[in-house]
């Protein structure tokens, strides 16, 4: 069974920074593109950051510089986030996609950045 698990959302103040981390089960993870999309009220889903089988990363202009995306060899995928804005605030989605297999999403863990 796919399972994709994301943790470390909270809330924060404004300048402040949080983890998130994303566990993955039943795929072959090192098969897998892996990324962060987030979701604000009223808004499209939209991407912010991910990482190639390769490890090649990609990140949203908003979020450059601010938000590192990374992972292991064993099955986890984290978003460290930095200098973090309340337009940051969001439902934060694990996404896992394989070319050959499909996509998956996980369930979404919330980010609330005050001011």
């Known amino acids: 069974q796919v399972q994709l698990v994301e943790s470390g959302g909270g809330l924060v103040q404004a300048g402040g920074s949080l983890r998130l981390s994303c566990a993955a089960s039943g795929i072959i993870f090192s098969s897998y593109a892996m990324g962060w999309y987030r979701q604000a009220p009223g808004k499209q889903r939209e991407l912010v950051a991910d990482i190639t089988i390769g490890g090649r990363t990609n990140y949203a202009d908003s979020v450059k510089g601010r938000f590192t995306i990374s992972r292991n060899g064993a099955k986890n995928t984290y978003l460290q986030m930095n200098s973090l804005r309340p337009e940051d605030t969001a439902v934060y989605y694990c996404?896992?996609?394989?070319?050959?297999?499909?996509?998956?999403w996980g369930q979404g863990t919330q980010v609330t950045v005050s001011s």
């Open positions: 996404n896992a996609k394989s070319l050959q297999v499909g996509t998956y």
